[in-house]
């Protein structure tokens, strides 16, 4: 008798959110292909130093340590019994339906020349977020990074970006960043936050109702205390300066009013080396468009089952909505039980992921309830000077925006896309989409790309693809 071929999934990410899938689908029975960019699991928030640099305790790097003990630990054994291939160093840049299935089509290793495809009976996307990050004089300086990544530099290479670092912009990613470069030896000069502590009061009660998120932010607040760093809240950074090689030596930061608009007078200098800025995370959702699953403002919208809009598709952690490491995890476990269910013919049962789906709701109205309290401003479009550019890969200058929008009546991004070039280069608008909405005044919508990166035109012109 023929034996029966187990179903596949393929699960595009291996960090949190990819992890729990993969391994909830694995315990039942699903053949699961692991598809990542990363020459490690773990993705942003779990990365790991290289191998070859001898990390004696990299775990001081990191918190829910035990979390990515168990990870690592269920993937080494999974990949052993062969019921999850982990394919390593696979950067995808597309998906789509094929023969009652799916492929996913990556390109390989470090010169990414090379394409493969990957065949499954359905999708789980895992793809995580992006920094959003706005411009401002001198944003495109050498030593200013963003926020992430200044952590990454300091996860996976083990280096600092600088001695004399400024972490700045809006949310809770600053925090933990401000206290790893501190205990790695960094002088935090300041962390200037443009949120208010007003803000955290009227969260209060939703916040407290996730005590252990509460410690853990107590905990980076008094680390940083203890070095003397004290958050200057409602602040923003209005400018970098370069000094003599044009690499950042000091930045401007000025007081907020209400509207989130600077407060005259109140302009001062800080000396750095390092800038590390970010304004938020924004869903990575590139091949969730491909696929056509409909989007819930810029997050991929998923139902209880973490379903997408798209038979087949399935969707958790960052991509459905930026909420941490906890609700990925939640989400993951319970896309894998749902699939692993689907994908034999069964109806799931809720009961499977009783506990995961009692941590989604309560970690979603914790996320929620930060969303309101690290608001990302958007800066007036006077703000931001005529010569500053806004997008680095065509160089395109907020003045060409601001006659994009005015004078030639562009209406909105792809427009000014298209009479400027803004968002044309290597990133397709990834970075620069948020800065040139704010410059143009124009709704920053979801960028529908046909792919989810660059691909050589070799590649596209093989017949298999």
Same mark, same amino acid.
């Given at each position: 008798?023929?034996?029966?071929?187990?179903?596949?999934?393929?699960?595009?990410?291996?960090?949190?959110?990819?992890?729990?899938?993969?391994?909830?689908?694995?315990?039942?029975?699903?053949?699961?292909?692991?598809?990542?960019?990363?020459?490690?699991?773990?993705?942003?928030?779990? $990365?790991?130093?290289?191998?070859?640099?001898? %990390?004696?305790?990299?775990?001081?790097?990191?918190?829910?340590? *035990?979390?990515?003990?168990?990870?690592?630990?269920?993937?080494?054994?999974?990949? +052993?019994?062969?019921?999850? &291939?982990?394919?390593?160093?696979?950067?995808?840049?597309?998906?789509? $339906?094929?023969?009652?299935?799916?492929?996913?089509?990556?390109?390989?290793?470090?010169?990414?020349?090379?394409?493969?495809?990957? *065949?499954?009976?359905?999708?789980?996307?895992?793809?995580?977020?992006?920094?959003?990050?706005?411009?401002?004089?001198?944003?495109?300086?050498?030593?200013?990074?963003?926020?992430?990544?200044?952590?990454?530099?300091?996860?996976? /290479?083990?280096?600092?970006?600088?001695?004399?670092?400024?972490?700045?912009?809006?949310?809770?990613?600053?925090? #933990?960043?401000?206290?790893?470069?501190? %205990?790695? /030896?960094?002088?935090?000069?300041?962390?200037?936050?443009?949120?208010?502590?007003?803000?955290?009061?009227?969260?209060?009660? %939703?916040?407290?109702?996730?005590?252990?998120?509460?410690?853990?932010?107590?905990?980076?607040?008094?680390?940083?205390?203890? $070095?003397?760093?004290?958050?200057?809240?409602?602040?923003?950074?209005?400018? &970098?300066?370069?000094?003599?090689?044009?690499?950042?030596?000091?930045?401007?930061?000025? +007081?907020?009013? &209400?509207?989130?608009?600077?407060?005259?007078?109140?302009?001062?200098?800080?000396?750095?080396?390092?800038?590390?800025?970010?304004?938020?995370?924004?869903?990575?959702?590139?091949?969730?468009?491909?696929?056509?699953?409909?989007?819930?403002?810029?997050?991929?919208?998923?139902?209880?089952?973490?379903?997408?809009?798209?038979?087949?598709?399935?969707?958790?952690?960052? +991509?459905?909505?930026?909420?941490?490491?906890?609700?990925?995890?939640?989400?993951?476990?319970?896309?894998?039980?749902?699939? %692993?269910?689907?994908?034999?013919?069964?109806?799931?049962?809720?009961?499977?992921?009783?506990?995961?789906?009692?941590?989604?709701?309560?970690?979603?109205?914790?996320?929620?309830?930060?969303?309101?309290?690290?608001?990302?401003?958007?800066?007036?479009?006077?703000?931001? #000077?005529?010569?500053?550019?806004?997008? *680095?890969?065509?160089?395109?200058?907020?003045?060409?925006? $601001?006659?994009? &929008?005015?004078?030639?009546?562009?209406?909105?991004?792809?427009?000014?896309?298209?009479?400027? *070039?803004?968002?044309?280069?290597?990133?397709?608008?990834?970075?620069?989409?948020?800065?040139?909405?704010?410059?143009?005044?124009?709704?920053?919508? #979801?960028?529908?790309? #046909?792919?989810?990166?660059?691909?050589?035109?070799?590649?596209?012109?093989? /017949?298999?693809?």
């Amino acid at each position: 008798m023929a034996e029966r071929r187990r179903p596949s999934v393929a699960v595009i990410g291996a960090g949190p959110a990819g992890l729990a899938a993969a391994l909830a689908a694995a315990d039942r029975g699903v053949h699961v292909l692991l598809v990542d960019s990363g020459r490690e699991p773990g993705g942003q928030f779990h $990365r790991q130093p290289a191998p070859g640099l001898g %990390a004696r305790s990299p775990r001081r790097l990191h918190h829910g340590w *035990r979390a990515w003990e168990r990870l690592r630990d269920g993937l080494a054994a999974q990949s +052993a019994t062969g019921r999850i &291939a982990h394919l390593m160093d696979h950067h995808v840049w597309f998906a789509g $339906r094929e023969s009652g299935g799916f492929a996913v089509r990556a390109l390989l290793g470090a010169g990414q020349t090379e394409s493969v495809t990957v *065949r499954a009976d359905a999708v789980l996307l895992a793809t995580g977020g992006y920094e959003r990050v706005l411009p401002f004089p001198g944003w495109t300086l050498p030593g200013v990074v963003t926020a992430g990544g200044a952590q990454a530099m300091l996860k996976g /290479g083990l280096v600092l970006p600088g001695r004399r670092v400024v972490v700045a912009g809006t949310g809770a990613l600053l925090l #933990p960043v401000a206290t790893g470069l501190a %205990a790695a /030896g960094a002088e935090v000069a300041a962390l200037v936050e443009s949120a208010a502590p007003a803000a955290f009061a009227r969260q209060a009660r %939703a916040l407290a109702a996730e005590p252990a998120k509460l410690v853990e932010g107590a905990g980076y607040a008094t680390r940083l205390l203890g $070095r003397r760093i004290r958050p200057m809240f409602r602040h923003t950074v209005v400018a &970098a300066h370069g000094g003599r090689r044009q690499r950042l030596d000091s930045v401007t930061v000025a +007081a907020l009013d &209400a509207a989130g608009r600077e407060r005259p007078g109140t302009r001062r200098r800080v000396a750095c080396d390092t800038l590390a800025v970010g304004h938020g995370i924004l869903p990575h959702t590139d091949l969730a468009e491909t696929l056509g699953c409909r989007l819930t403002g810029h997050a991929v919208q998923a139902d209880d089952e973490q379903r997408t809009t798209v038979p087949g598709v399935w969707a958790a952690g960052e +991509a459905t909505g930026v909420g941490g490491a906890g609700l990925a995890l939640a989400e993951g476990h319970i896309a894998g039980c749902s699939l %692993a269910a689907r994908l034999r013919g069964a109806e799931p049962d809720p009961r499977a992921w009783a506990a995961a789906g009692r941590a989604r709701a309560r970690l979603r109205r914790f996320s929620a309830a930060l969303d309101e309290v690290y608001v990302p401003l958007t800066p007036p479009p006077e703000s931001i #000077p005529d010569d500053t550019v806004v997008c *680095r890969c065509e160089e395109v200058t907020a003045g060409a925006v $601001r006659e994009a &929008a005015g004078p030639l009546g562009a209406g909105d991004l792809r427009t000014v896309k298209l009479l400027t *070039r803004a968002g044309m280069g290597w990133c397709q608008g990834r970075m620069c989409a948020p800065g040139v909405a704010a410059v143009a005044g124009c709704p920053p919508d #979801p960028a529908r790309r #046909p792919f989810a990166r660059p691909v050589p035109l070799g590649v596209l012109a093989d /017949g298999d693809d």
